[in-house]
Each structure stands twice: as C-alpha cells, then as structure tokens.
C-alpha cells in the first residue's frame, strides 16, 4: 500500500510530525529551566531580565502543558497557540535586542519568531495523527 505525499493522509502524518517536534521543544525547554537551571535558578535570570519572579514559574508551566499538550495531542491545535504571545514575549524581553541570528550571543530573535511561526501554522493545519483528543 503506497501513499502518495500530496494525500489526506500524509498531511495529517505531517501535522502530526510538527505536532509532537514542537512538543518536545516546549518539554525541553520547560524540563532544562526547571531541572537544569531550577526555578530559583530561572527566576534569578528573570529579575536580571528586569522581569518579574512570578513569570519564570507561568513560563515554566506554560512549557511544560504546551509541551504535553502538543506531544500527546491535547487540543493541541488551540493550547499551542498560548505558546505564541510567550515566543513574542522572549523575542521582545530577551532576543530582540541580540539581532536576528540565533548565533548571536545571547541568541538572536530567529528561533522564537520561527518557533511562533510554526505554532500558528500547526494550527492551520490541526493537530494530525494519534492526537488523543482533536480539537474541533
């Protein structure tokens, strides 16, 4: 049985492939500010930001549910789009300032602008294959 890669069935096999990359991005993220760095350790780097304690632990949960939500498919295709306003927030309060390239020191603004990017279009496109619960 063959699939050709402009059917149905290979969109949703895409979608689904965006889906769970971008949820272990988000896990990564979320699991390194709260294992690697610790949430002392996160909100320290907040206040250096000029950024209020509170949001390194939002942020950190924010990574975490967005992470889980996409990977397992969660209403993904809409808790994914919660994560847009956080990558805008970092390209404004931490990147933006650092140029474009994400090999800039400090990283650049690339990534998270791609990273939002993807977000709304995984939404466009829905959450795809063994989402364990679709939104409609």
């Given amino acids: 049985m063959s699939i050709s890669l402009a059917s149905p069935r290979s969109a949703a096999y895409g979608a689904a492939l965006?889906?769970?990359?971008?949820?272990a991005l988000f896990l990564v993220h979320g699991l390194t500010k709260l294992l690697v760095f610790t949430p002392a350790g996160t909100v320290a780097y907040?206040?250096?930001l000029g950024l209020p304690g509170a949001l390194a632990?939002?942020?950190i949960a924010l990574e975490?549910?967005?992470?889980?939500s996409l990977l397992l498919g969660l209403y993904a295709r809409w808790i994914g789009?919660?994560?847009v306003p956080l990558l805008l927030g970092t390209i404004v309060s931490v990147h933006g300032?650092?140029?474009?390239?994400?090999s800039n020191p400090g990283g650049g603004w690339e990534y998270p602008a791609l990273?939002?990017?993807?977000l709304i279009v995984q939404a466009l496109l829905g959450e795809g294959a063994w989402a364990l619960?679709?939104?409609?």
Avoid at 18 to 23: C, E, Q, T, V
Avoid at 97 to 102: I, P, S
Avoid at 115 to 118: D, E, N, P
């Fill in 64 to 68: 975490l549910g967005l992470g889980l």
């Fill in 46 to 48: 907040f206040h250096a």
């Fill in 57 to 59: 632990y939002l942020t």
């Fill in 133 to 136: 619960k679709p939104a409609r």
């Fill in 115 to 118: 990273w939002a990017v993807l």
């Fill in 97 to 102: 300032a650092n140029g474009f390239g994400f």
């Fill in 81 to 83: 789009l919660l994560g």
């Fill in 18 to 23: 965006l889906r769970i990359s971008l949820g």
